[in-house]
């Protein structure tokens, strides 16, 4: 069950809205692809937060996060929050998938090929 309280806290809007305005280059392109429901009618949405995490790309209808990481995420203080963070979503029945920037890039069709292997059945 979803609980309201966890999902896009208040205090959270303003850096959701600062990220969504700021979108890597990746995440750009990626959401050229997910947005207004183009891949198989899902709706996915940018930058939800859920609990003290905000994520990149969300399906609420399915319990799945899409991460997009870059050189940001390439070393040991930030490969543990990662995990951390996996976790926490996990525990409360998330599937989170992650892929490299340069996945977005050099493989998309690939990456929209795991993404909808993800969905529920």
């Known amino acids: ?3 309201p309280w966890m999902h896009n806290k208040s205090e959270l809007l303003g850096f959701r809205r600062e990220l969504r305005k700021n979108l890597t280059p990746a995440e750009t392109f ?3 692809h997910l947005k207004a429901k183009q891949l198989d009618g899902k709706k996915f949405v940018k930058q939800h937060s859920i609990g003290n995490y905000i994520v990149d790309f969300y399906l609420a209808s399915d319990k799945l996060i899409v991460e997009l990481d870059g050189e940001v995420h ?3 203080t930030a490969a543990e929050y990662d995990k951390k963070r996996t976790v926490f979503l996990n525990d409360l029945g998330y599937t989170v998938i992650r892929f490299e920037n340069k996945m977005v890039f050099d493989n998309l069709k690939s990456v929209l090929m795991e993404i909808k292997e993800n969905f529920k059945k």
């Open 30 to 32: 990626l959401w050229k």
């Open 1 to 3: 069950m979803k609980k």
């Open 74 to 76: 390439q070393n040991a």
